[in-house]
Nanobody
Framework: QVDLVESGGGSVQAGGSLTLSCEAS??????????MAWFRQAPGKERERVAA???????SYQGTLHARFTISKDSSKDIAYLRMSNLRSEDTAIYYC??????????????WGQGTQVTVSS
C-alpha cells in the first residue's frame, strides 16, 4: 500500500507560478523501480497525465507542458514536486498525484492521491 498526500494547490493569477508537492509513504522501498506522476482533470474533461518522474530520476511530460512545468523528486524523502510557471486559465484543474510500481511512465497508476485544486484567473 502506498499513500499519497498532495499540497500546494491554490488560486493564482495568469502568468503566476505554483509548486505542488506529493509525499509518498508506505511500501515504496519494496519496489526496485517505480514512478510518480501528476495528472490533472479540468471540469468536463478527461483526466490527463501532466508529467512523470521515475525512481532513477528520469522525467517525461505531456505534449508541450515541459516548456512551463517541471517535475522533480526528492528521493531521500519520497516527495515529488511539480513546478508550474506562466500559468494560464486552461491550467485550471484538480491535480492528482499518482504512483505506479515497476514503471517509468505512470501510464496506469496503482495509487492516487486525493487531488489538489489549482485555479488560474485571468
Amino acid at each position: 500500500q502506498v499513500d499519497l498526500v498532495e499540497s500546494g494547490g491554490g488560486s493564482v493569477q495568469a502568468g503566476g507560478s505554483l509548486t505542488l508537492s506529493c509525499e509518498a509513504s508506505g511500501s515504496i522501498s519494496m519496489y526496485s523501480r517505480y514512478c510518480m506522476a501528476w495528472f490533472r482533470q479540468a471540469p468536463g474533461k478527461e483526466r490527463e497525465r501532466v508529467a512523470a518522474v521515475d525512481s532513477d530520476g528520469g522525467t517525461s511530460y505531456q505534449g508541450t507542458l515541459h516548456a512551463r512545468f517541471t517535475i522533480s523528486k526528492d528521493s531521500s524523502k519520497d516527495i515529488a514536486y511539480l513546478r508550474m510557471s506562466n500559468l494560464r486559465s486552461e491550467d485550471t484543474a484538480i491535480y492528482y498525484c499518482a504512483f505506479e510500481r515497476l514503471s517509468r511512465l505512470c501510464g496506469t497508476p496503482n495509487y492516487w492521491g486525493q487531488g489538489t485544486q489549482v485555479t488560474v484567473s485571468s
